[in-house]
């Protein structure tokens, strides 16, 4: 070999590495004094991972705090496989017997999803982590969790209507779960964290983290036991009466604090999506009825108040039918000459009507939005109804007197307790609230309800004087007596109202109510009674009234109400 030949083979070698060292150079030179800050972070991106930390809503509580949850969030997978791992492994048919096993699902579906080259295939989503112990256990090849959480309702279907519930995409989509969203939410944190060449998280490298914030926990006013108390009550006369439905609250006179609403039909919290709006409907504050004589409240009061007549003022009540603007107004039962208190007591249409005349519609009419009358009342519960009051400019001829006996003018149970309540507590009407305390995750008190007196309607001592007189329609010869308390003295009055229908009024379908405070004395709770078209019977006294009877019973001990003194 001679010595060009030499020389030749080193020389290329030697070029190759001087020409490697200075594209290395180059490239060094490059990273550290050139513009790369995209290089930089693409190179640093690849050793982070970045993962959601879901945040948990906060827990719903009735009025006795954390001993009673109402509504809690627990730790949930959505379960997914990556088929193509299973396939490969020759695993399809192990994987989809122990999957169709652990969650019902259909075997043969499982293996049709399983068995081929995709990446992903979801199995079931929303699994409670306490479900999921065994499948841990198994390790099956290409199964994968993601992690969610779950909105759970203990109770199911208890305080349904007030509570709401949580769609699947975390939304709050009725009742407090909607009002008080933006508090029960949170919000989601995000975990960034340093992995190695394996994408194996390195738990001790410092990571720029979002930290999450859980969502607030909710106390409510409402008294589990009181609740449980009135919605067996409600199912014990839907059953009864073969009621088209039925809804009840319970309010304390003085603050307007809800200790219970229900409405029948319900529905389980914990199968939302299974339901029909009619059951999702909260009957309490979305249903607007014709109250019929519970309703005479409002025009005895008014007359008191404006001291129209006394209670000793005799009215003739026609012997039952009256002929007043073309029309024929009649009572249940014939009846002379009649005090007013009396006429309260028996509940005579006739009596309430010229009663009503007397005071005048534009007076009567002032007294009817005092007392809320066609306007919502603010509960802190999405879908309430503002009910139907005509301004009296539209007022036929017999209006006064028909809206004076709970006809031509549509109410919400809520609206009417509220008129039973301005009586009990001295003629103020209070605004009912169902949220009593809000406390985010940290232990910050951010929201405290208080009694809300929004206007003073009548005096202390018309106010007694209804309470006294209201106390007479529950004693011999009232047409309220099945809705006493043994122990303790009521005062309330009955509902006997035909339903609107086109045309006019049907003469099948009623609804019964019964809406009183106790005790009559020193009034602390009032509770309203509703019972849309019931069968085997349909008088207010006779349907509605024994409900409130239980009710009352049940309630006065729960919240260890003492009888009043005269």
Partial sequence: MTNDRVILRLLWPSVALVVAFVGLGVRLAFLHIGEHESTVLRVERRHYRKRSVIAKRGSIFDRNGKKNILA?????????????VISDKGVVDEVAEKLSKEFDLPLDKLKNGLDSKR???????????????????????????????????????????????????????????QRAHKYLRGCDGVRN????????????????????????????????????????????????????????????????????MASRPAYNLNKFSTTSADQRLNRAIGYVYEPGSTFKAIAFSTAFNENIVSENTLIDCEQGAWFHQGRILRDSHAHGK?????????????????????????????????????????????GEEAGILHNP?????????????????????????????????????VRPYVVKRIVSSNGEELYCRKADAVRRVITEKTAKKMRRLLARVTE????????????YKVAGKTGT??????????????????????????????????????????????????????????????????????
């Fill in 72 to 84: 809690l969030t627990l730790d949930a997978k959505h379960v997914k496989a990556d088929p193509k």
């Fill in 119 to 177: 990446r992903y295939f979801l199995i079931k989503r929303f699994v409670p982590d306490a479900e999921l112990e065994s499948l841990y256990k198994a390790k099956l090849p290409g199964v994968h969790f993601d992690d969610t959480t779950i909105r759970c309702y203990p109770q199911n279907e208890l305080l349904c209507h007030v509570l709401g519930f949580v769609n699947n995409n975390g939304i709050g989509s009725a009742g407090i779960e």
């Fill in 193 to 260: 964290s340093r992995v190695n060449a394996r994408n194996q998280e390195l738990y001790w490298a410092e990571g720029r983290d979002i930290p999450v914030i859980n969502g607030s926990d909710i106390t409510l006013t409402i008294d589990q036991n009181v609740q449980f108390v009135v919605e067996r009550a409600l199912d014990a006369v839907m059953k009864k009466h073969e009621a088209r439905g039925a809804w009840a609250i319970v309010e304390k006179v003085n603050t307007g604090e809800i200790l219970a």
């Fill in 338 to 382: 009649l005090t007013v208190a009396d006429g309260l007591k028996k509940s005579s249409n006739i009596l309430t009507a010229k009663v009503a005349i007397m005071i005048g519609k534009n007076r009567y009419y002032k007294y009817l939005k005092a007392f809320g009358i066609g306007d919502r009342t603010g509960v802190d519960l999405p």
């Fill in 393 to 429: 400019s539209n007022w036929s001829g017999i209006s006064l007197s028909r809206i004076a006996i709970g006809q031509g003018v549509a109410v919400t149970a809520l609206q009417m307790i509220g008129v039973y309540c301005t009586i009990a507590n001295g003629g103020y009407l």
């Fill in 476 to 487: 011999d010869g009232g047409t309220g007596k099945r809705a006493r308390v043994a122990g």
């Fill in 497 to 566: 109202a035909q339903k609107a229908v086109r045309g006019g009024y049907s003469k099948t379908d009623y609804i019964a109510s019964f809406v009183g405070f106790i005790p009559a004395e020193k009034p602390e709770i009032a509770i309203i009674v509703v019972v849309d078209t019931p069968r085997n019977g349909y008088y207010g006294g006779t349907v509605a009234g024994p409900v409130f009877s239980k009710i009352a019973e049940q309630s006065v001990r729960c919240l260890d109400i003492m009888p009043g003194n005269n």
